[in-house]
C-alpha cells in the first residue's frame, strides 16, 4: 500500500462546476500538506499549502485537511476550461522531502 | 526573476549509454531535490541536497544513478549504463529553507528521458 493514494481519474466536468479532489495518507507524521497543478510537459506548480489540520482558501480554490480521518481535500469553484490539468497532492513532515500522490488528471469542458 | 532551469528537456539514449541531467535552481536556494517522475504517476523522491551536501538519497533506484552538487548551486543527476525502465520525467526542485518542508518547492519543467 502506497503512503498517499488518489483517485487518478480521469475527471471531466462543465464548466463552472465544483470540483472535489481527495487524497488518503498512511503516514501520521505528516504535518504539511500540498496541493500542486501539472500542466502537460511542465513541472508541477505550487496551488495551495497547509499546515496541520484545518481550511484555507485562496481565490477559488478551498484546501481542507482532516488529520484524524488521514485525508485531504482540494475544492475548485466554478471551474474554468484553462483548470484542466493534473493535481497532485503532496505531503510531508520535517524530514524534508515531499510524498506526492498519483495525481488526478480534471478536464473542465466548456 | 528565473526559475528552476533544467537542461537538456529531451533525451534520447541507447541502452547501456551514461546521460548527465543538468539542474540550475533558483538563486539562494538552500534545498534541492530530484524527483522521478513516470507516465501517469506522481513524481518520486530521488534525493536531496542542503547547499552541497546530499543528506538524503534513499530513494535513488540503483547504484547507476548518482548525484552531486558540488558548489552548493548547479547539480548533476548521473545515470550509468542506461536501462528502458530509466525512462522517465526527471524533475529538479528548490526551496528556500533548510529541509525544504518550510517553504514550498519550486519545480523546473524537468528533463524526458527516453532510453530506446
Known amino acids: 500500500q502506497k503512503e498517499v493514494e488518489q483517485d487518478p481519474g480521469p475527471l471531466s466536468v462543465p464548466e463552472g462546476a465544483i470540483v472535489s479532489l481527495n487524497c488518503t495518507y498512511s503516514n501520521s507524521a505528516f504535518q504539511y500538506f500540498m496541493w500542486y497543478r501539472q500542466y502537460s510537459r511542465k513541472g508541477p506548480e505550487l496551488l495551495m499549502y497547509t499546515y496541520s489540520s484545518g481550511n484555507k482558501e485562496d481565490g477559488r480554490f478551498t484546501a481542507q485537511v482532516d488529520k484524524s480521518s488521514k485525508y485531504i481535500s482540494l475544492f475548485i469553484r466554478d471551474s474554468q476550461p484553462s483548470d484542466s490539468a493534473t493535481y497532485l497532492c503532496a505531503m510531508g513532515n520535517q524530514g524534508g522531502k515531499l510524498i506526492f500522490g498519483q495525481g488526478t488528471e480534471l478536464s473542465v469542458k466548456p | 526573476g528565473a526559475g528552476v532551469s533544467q537542461s537538456p528537456r529531451y533525451k534520447v539514449a541507447k541502452r547501456g549509454q551514461d546521460v548527465a541531467l543538468r539542474c540550475d535552481p533558483i538563486?539562494?536556494?538552500?534545498?534541492l531535490f530530484w524527483y522521478q517522475q513516470a507516465l501517469g504517476q506522481g513524481p518520486e523522491f530521488l534525493t536531496y541536497f542542503q547547499n552541497e551536501a546530499q543528506l538524503d538519497k534513499s530513494g535513488l533506484p540503483s547504484d547507476r544513478f548518482f548525484a552531486e552538487r558540488p558548489e552548493g548551486s548547479v547539480s548533476t543527476l548521473k545515470i550509468q549504463r542506461t536501462q528502458q525502465e530509466d525512462s522517465a520525467v526527471y524533475l529538479c526542485?528548490?526551496?528556500?529553507?533548510?529541509?525544504?518542508?518550510?517553504?514550498?518547492?519550486?519545480f523546473g519543467n524537468g528533463t524526458r528521458l527516453t532510453v530506446t
Open positions: 538563486s539562494g536556494h538552500v534545498s
Open positions: 526542485a528548490s526551496s528556500l529553507a533548510v529541509g525544504g518542508t518550510g517553504s514550498p518547492l519550486h
